[in-house]
């Protein structure tokens, strides 16, 4: 229950912030989407966590959470597929923008010395094979084909206005999905209490930006998440 009510206070959030950005710009926002958008972000959380427990564990002898991954990045492909969203306009495709790869080479190096620097500081230790064999797959494949997938995609369709920055064209869709990345991680209910811890909301949120960054310039999440899993799992080998 507290996991429930905590994506609810996500998504009521969302709601509010981007009620207020669709009144300020009116012309330029499509309320369906947006609710489409917290929709998608409820039936996330609920794949993650096998619809809150109801769904029993099929692999009860893994320590990690294989399961609700598979099943959340299930449904984020077969919303993918659907033609309201497709393959392409939501990044899941191998295809990168023509010159892209070059010019994504610096900011991608940026990533990887962050969560390298950040590894040396905060060393995870020896780990066993099936907690390498996870954070080198699942964590990037199921996060960035959400985030910065079909969540973008919905949001962006919500907001139209745009503004070309870094060379690409940025709107308030991606500024919110990269929020509610954070948000994932940081804000949360237990005790009664709302929590929200700014010190993981700075850690994931800045890396979003980064990645959302790519995802425009390339076209695709496939260089997120390959970067993705290796801020995952590099402390695991320092």
């Known amino acids: 229950m507290n996991g429930f009510i905590g994506i609810l206070g996500v998504v009521a959030l969302l709601l509010v912030v981007?009620?207020?950005?669709?009144?300020?710009?009116?012309?330029?926002?499509?309320p369906g989407w947006l609710i489409v958008a917290a929709t998608l972000v409820v039936l996330n959380d609920a794949m993650l966590?096998?619809?809150?427990?109801?769904?029993?564990?099929?692999?009860?002898?893994?320590a990690w959470n294989w399961q609700g991954k598979v099943m959340a990045l299930a449904v984020t492909m077969a919303i993918a597929g659907l033609p309201a969203f497709g393959w392409y306009r939501s990044g899941l495709t191998l295809h990168q923008a023509r010159s892209s790869l070059v010019s994504c080479l610096p900011l991608a190096l940026l990533?990887?010395?962050?969560?390298?620097?950040?590894?040396?500081?905060?060393?995870?230790?020896?780990?066993?094979?099936?907690?390498?064999?996870?954070?080198?797959?699942?964590?990037?494949?199921?996060?960035?084909?959400?985030?910065?997938?079909i969540l973008l995609f919905a949001l962006d369709?919500?907001?139209?206005?745009?503004?070309?920055?870094?060379?690409?064209?940025?709107g308030w869709g991606t500024v919110?999905?990269?929020?509610l990345f954070g948000l994932a991680?940081?804000?949360?209910?237990?005790?009664?209490?709302?929590?929200?811890?700014?010190?993981?909301?700075?850690?994931?949120?800045?890396?979003a930006f980064i990645a959302v960054w790519l995802r425009l310039r390339t076209g695709s999440v496939l260089l997120p998440v390959v970067l993705h899993n290796f801020g995952n799992s590099i402390s695991l080998f320092t």
């Open 18 to 30: 981007g009620s207020i950005i669709g009144f300020w710009q009116r012309d330029r926002f499509v």
């Open 185 to 207: 991680h940081a804000f949360g209910y237990s005790g009664e209490a709302f929590s929200f811890d700014p010190l993981t909301m700075t850690m994931t949120a800045f890396p």
């Open 49 to 62: 966590t096998r619809v809150y427990g109801l769904v029993p564990r099929m692999l009860p002898t893994l």
């Open 111 to 149: 990533y990887c010395l962050f969560f390298a620097v950040l590894a040396y500081l905060f060393p995870a230790g020896p780990a066993d094979r099936e907690t390498i064999a996870f954070q080198l797959t699942m964590p990037g494949l199921e996060e960035e084909s959400f985030y910065r997938g």
């Open 176 to 179: 919110l999905s990269c929020a």
């Open 157 to 170: 369709q919500a907001f139209l206005a745009r503004w070309r920055f870094l060379g690409v064209d940025w």
